[in-house]
Nanobody, 117 residues
Framework: QAQLVESGGGLVQSGGSLRLSCTVS??????????SNWYRQAPGKQRELVAS???????EYADFGKGRFTISRDNARNTVILQMNNLKPEDTAVYYC?????????WGQGTQVTVSS
């Protein structure tokens, strides 16, 4: 049974940084074949894509994260990372890790990020 566990969320002041980690276990295939994504959902809003990295290393970022957020992975350690810098109050949300490989689509439980002004 695949399991994704996010960590690294918390309360930070505007302009601060957080590093979110997603530790993956129980995958039927190596993490290297999966596309990895970070999503977020703020109260009363729809879940939105924050950043993605394909298995081939192609990176994409939502406009709000360009220049501030960086997605990366360590396949050997089964970890997906989201480095967030210069955080703003509007970044406050629950952040979710997601990995996909064809019909295999796995999600973590989310980690809360709160940015105070």
């Amino acid at each position: 049974q695949a399991q994704l566990v996010e960590s690294g969320g918390g309360l930070v002041q505007s302009g601060g940084s957080l590093r979110l980690s997603c530790t993956v276990s129980g995958l039927p295939f190596s993490l290297s074949v999966y596309d990895s994504n970070w999503y977020r959902q703020a109260p009363g809003k729809q879940r939105e894509l924050v950043a993605s990295e394909t298995s081939g290393g192609v990176l994409e970022y939502a406009d709000f994260g360009k220049g501030r957020f960086t997605i990366s992975r360590d396949n050997a350690r089964n970890t997906v990372i989201l480095q967030m810098n210069n955080l703003k109050p509007e970044d406050t949300a629950v952040y979710y890790c997601n990995i996909k490989y064809f019909i295999r689509d796995y999600w973590g439980q989310g980690t809360q990020v709160t940015v105070s002004s």
